[in-house]
């Protein structure tokens, strides 16, 4: 099945500077790549998505990269703000282990200091 | 109102009795899974549904069981409860790609 690697565990930046967190996976066959944002006390979100005929994607400040033939794909988060402190995931779905749903990176504690 | 709930959203229990956690949904989404949380592990995939008459197994089945009541209910029973159950619970629906989650359950067995 799939495997998920994320780096780092935790990430502390000044706000108003670029965060970035990185992902690699194993399984080549994987082609749908999300990012989820989870605050405190509340269930994951997801911020943004790519999949794999695509090398980049931006949504206002995040975008997301995906390198295929390197099996890695990073989150970018520009201009942070206090309200992007959160714990992220980075996930990958696994066609080749049936399971049909997604395999999670082990997440990252984003803070931002002020 | 949201569209995946859980109930409850915190359980204290003892060690050996059972317990069921439940998920409803109103996105009308046929697949749901059930996700378990530790801190450092991320989320492991427990079971999931493609339908009501659809159930696999996940990457940590053991001590576990579901039920799928409904296109819109999805429930996860620990039949006798250990401690290292203790643990944050999520449901999960999608309709292929994106999930959508619930609020989550916090168990701890004592």
């Known amino acids: ?114 | 109102d949201a569209d995946v709930t859980q109930t409850p959203r915190n359980r204290i229990t003892k060690t050996g009795k059972r317990i069921m956690l439940e998920c409803s949904q109103t996105k009308g989404h046929d697949r749901m899974y059930w996700y378990r949380q530790d801190p450092g592990l991320g989320l492991r995939l427990i079971y999931y549904s493609f339908d009501v008459k659809d159930i696999n197994k996940g990457e940590i089945s053991d001590g576990y069981s579901v039920s799928r009541q409904a296109q819109a209910k999805f429930s996860l029973s620990l039949e006798s409860a250990i401690p290292n159950q203790t643990a944050l619970y999520f449901c999960a629906t999608s309709d292929r790609y994106e999930q959508y989650f619930g609020p989550g359950t916090r168990l701890t067995v004592t």
């Open chain 1, 1 to 114: 099945g799939e495997n998920v690697e994320q780096h780092p565990s935790t990430l502390s930046v000044q706000e108003g500077d670029s965060a970035v967190i990185k992902c690699t996976y194993s399984d080549s066959a994987s082609n749908y790549f999300p990012w989820y944002k989870q605050e405190l006390g509340k269930g994951p979100q997801l911020i943004i998505d790519i999949r794999s005929n695509v090398g980049e994607k931006k949504d206002q400040r995040i975008a997301v990269t995906l390198n295929k033939t390197a099996k890695h794909f990073s989150l970018h988060i520009t201009e942070t703000q206090p309200e992007d402190s959160a714990v992220y995931f980075c996930a990958a779905d696994d066609p080749g282990g049936g399971a049909d749903g997604l395999t999670f990176g082990k997440g990252t504690h984003l803070i931002i200091q002020p």
